[in-house]
């Protein structure tokens, strides 16, 4: 039984494409490092690096048709990764591990944290998702469900777009 488990996940593997297959163990790991670099350093470190600050204020970017492919491939990659990570592997260790991803391609993102009330219980609830353009990365859309709280964008795009800044 375990045998035909491991073959069938092996061939499951075999047939993603050869970006997925090469990114799958540094983002693996890269999810067990963002982890631990949640729970050990402080939120203000590593806002440092996320990209620039823009308060609650989404930027417009506006990717190629060329990078939001390969933020799509980068998509796949975390999601293959999040699916046999035995730690925590939510949406913020997500967004981080996008992030850097994201970075070593130099495609423009916004990463934003949000915030909403559940209305049920009144608890307040975290989300973190990553945009490349109108392609989620990771975390899905959370616009329309999350108030943003912290923003944060890196890529290039001149002038702005309605009233938006551009993104640095």
């Not at 975290?126 to 890196?154: I, L, R």
């Amino acid at each position: 039984m375990a045998g035909l488990r491991f073959t069938q996940r092996a061939r499951h593997f075999a047939a993603r494409g050869l970006f997925e297959q090469l990114w799958f163990v540094p983002a693996w790991i890269g999810l067990g490092l963002a982890s631990l670099v949640i729970r050990f350093v402080a939120f203000r470190r590593i806002a440092s690096v996320l990209g620039h600050h823009y308060g609650t204020v989404r930027p417009q970017i506006s990717p190629s048709a060329d990078q939001q492919a390969r933020a799509v491939q980068i998509r796949r990659t975390l999601q293959l990764a999040e699916h046999y990570a035995p730690w925590r592997a939510d949406c913020y260790p997500q967004a981080i591990v996008a992030r850097v991803l994201l970075g070593l391609y130099r495609l423009p993102f916004v990463l934003t944290m949000g915030l909403k009330r559940d209305s049920v219980s009144g608890e307040v609830q975290a989300h973190a998702w990553v945009q490349c353009g109108t392609t989620p990365v990771t975390g899905g859309e959370g616009d329309g469900e999350y108030s943003a709280v912290a923003v944060f964008a890196k890529g290039a795009v001149s002038g702005s777009e309605n009233g938006f800044p551009s993104v640095r």
